[in-house]
């Protein structure tokens, strides 16, 4: 029987090292989702490596055991401060990013209660801020994972579909519903009819989702935000109050084409959730529970939708959960900007800046839930649906 020994050391071993602790001949072995090379002599070291140790798998060959039952040995030398330090960051970073519901709360209150404290991020800076938002996941990425995912664009467009008919009707529909004032209506649509939130891509990478087809949804949405975003402002608003379509094209323009690759996440979506209440704090009090809800049903509404509209057509449970969160999170923050803009109402703005809160929520809420439920089948566009009902028909045609 051979003898499987481990080591797992924390700095990479030299070779005399290893030598003078083996005294005799392995090669190594592939284990799990190591990959490791194969030697008749001793291991090399060509091997991925684990944030706190390298693991080497070897095996002793048979005229150099007793020939007794399978072992293990584990032979670890000390930790390094450097690699106990990373460890408890990596902790910390990943218990502060799932708790970004919270931080998202707290945020809209602390505006609500003390609108001063981000009443200094004005209009103006707006356009900044979401510029700097716009890539924060992208770099992450590699070209490989665009590559892939544009060999099956049928999923991008289909939630293209949804960020720009089904998410804007849905808005028109609820406020009708709830019979909103004019301006408060415009508000709502004008949400809809915005692109999907650049926010989504982190809430798509805490989910375990496919962040690189999040940020091309994102992408898409944004760049199709220049045409769309005026016309259903237009069409759809012009009947309600009224719409200043070029000026609305030229500020999409301006947050669109100005991206600027930073990664500040959290940190960055809260202080946009900040100000916009923080500017409209006292409408946001005055207008109760009644406007909140048709605002809160429309990001969970959109999130749903975004969920079974893919499943239906058979893809996976990561382009679920992805199309779902882009479908929720709006870029309420640049329909705020747009509102202050280009509508003379000043209520048109108060849909928007609830939105901000309650996408965030949503979202964050979203991710946070799916990123504790295990995901099946982490291939990017496999069909099951599709697959098993071609097997039912052959089943059937057979018989």
Request: glycine letters at 6%.
């Amino acid at each position: 029987m051979t003898k499987i020994v481990q080591w797992r050391f924390d700095e990479k071993p030299s070779f005399i090292s290893i030598a003078s602790s083996i005294r005799c001949k392995y090669f190594v072995h592939r284990c799990k989702h190591l990959f490791v090379t194969r030697s008749t002599s001793f291991p090399l070291v060509l091997k991925q490596r684990k944030p706190n140790y390298f693991r080497y798998f070897c095996l002793a060959s048979p005229s150099e055991t007793d020939g007794s039952k399978l072992s293990e040995t584990f032979v670890r030398s000390e930790e390094p401060l450097r690699l106990k330090l990373w460890r408890t960051y990596t902790s910390l970073a990943t218990l502060l990013t799932n708790l970004f519901p919270l931080w998202t709360l707290l945020v809209a209150v602390v505006a609500l209660k003390r609108p001063t404290t981000f009443t200094w991020l004005s209009t103006p800076y707006f356009t900044f801020t979401l510029s700097v938002l716009m890539l924060s996941m992208g770099i992450t990425l590699s070209p490989r994972d665009f590559k892939r995912i544009m060999k099956r664009p049928g999923i991008v467009i289909l939630q293209f579909c949804c960020c720009y008919f089904l998410v804007p009707l849905l808005a028109y529909v609820l406020g009708r519903l709830f019979k909103l004032p004019s301006d408060i209506l415009a508000g709502l649509v004008l949400v809809g009819s915005v692109n999907g939130g650049q926010a989504s891509n982190l809430c798509t990478y805490i989910a375990k989702g496919n962040v690189a087809l999040s940020v091309i949804m994102t992408t898409a949405t944004t760049l199709g935000a220049i045409v769309m975003s005026p016309l259903l402002s237009k069409f759809v608003l012009g009947t309600v109050v009224q719409v200043d379509a070029l000026g609305i094209a030229w500020s999409t323009i301006q947050v669109v084409l100005v991206p600027i690759a930073l990664v500040i996440g959290v940190a960055a979506t809260c202080l946009v959730v900040g100000s916009a209440v923080a500017q409209c704090n006292s409408l946001i009090l005055s207008a109760g529970i009644s406007l909140q809800i048709p605002i809160f049903l429309l990001h969970l509404i959109g999130g749903i939708c975004g969920y079974v509209l893919p499943y239906i057509l058979g893809y996976n449970e990561v382009v679920c959960r992805t199309v779902a969160i882009e479908t929720a999170m709006k870029s309420s923050a640049f329909g705020f900007v747009l509102a202050c803009l280009h509508f003379a109402a000043y209520r048109v703005r108060v849909p928007c800046a609830i939105s901000v809160v309650w996408m965030s929520l949503v979202g964050s809420g979203l991710a946070v839930f799916w990123r504790y439920k295990p995901v099946q089948n982490l291939r990017g566009f496999r069909s099951d649906l599709a697959q098993r009902l071609r097997q039912k028909r052959k089943i059937t045609n057979s018989s």
